[in-house]
């Protein structure tokens, strides 16, 4: 296994990185090789950051862009590189201040879905 795709793996999950490789098709394969190698091989791997560092700058820049399904994925991924869902919390609120308050709302939004589908959060409390 290259290292775009060893890290892709434990970054995002073995059972989600399946899926990708199950649904990738002769349209779509030069794009799961490009994200495989450039993302996860060049970009994830380098040295100047560590993944923590890495999956906070991602949550801000799926934020940013409004990449909500993007987010869902991150925010699992942002909690096995170590994050708590409290510091999830405060990227989410310094997004407010940088992206806008609607975006970290939808955010906040897509956060409290996943933490709670995975046991972490209550759904409402």
């Known amino acids: 296994m ?3 795709m060893r890290v892709r793996r434990e970054v995002l999950g073995g059972a989600h ?5 199950e649904r990738t098709t002769e349209f779509t394969a030069d794009f799961q090789d490009f994200i495989t190698r450039y993302a996860w091989g060049e970009i994830w791997t380098r040295p100047g950051l560590d993944r923590r560092t890495r999956s906070c700058v991602t949550l801000t820049a799926l934020v940013a862009g409004g990449h909500l399904d993007e987010l869902a994925m991150h925010v699992r991924a942002a909690l096995r590189n170590g994050l708590t869902t409290d510091e999830i919390k405060e990227v989410l609120l310094q997004t407010a201040v940088y992206c806008g308050i609607p975006a970290a709302n939808a ?10 589908e995975d046991g972490l959060i209550a759904e409402r409390e």
């Open 107 to 116: 955010a906040f939004a897509v956060a409290q879905r996943v933490l709670a």
């Open 2 to 4: 290259n290292d775009g």
């Open 17 to 21: 990185v399946d899926r990708a490789r």
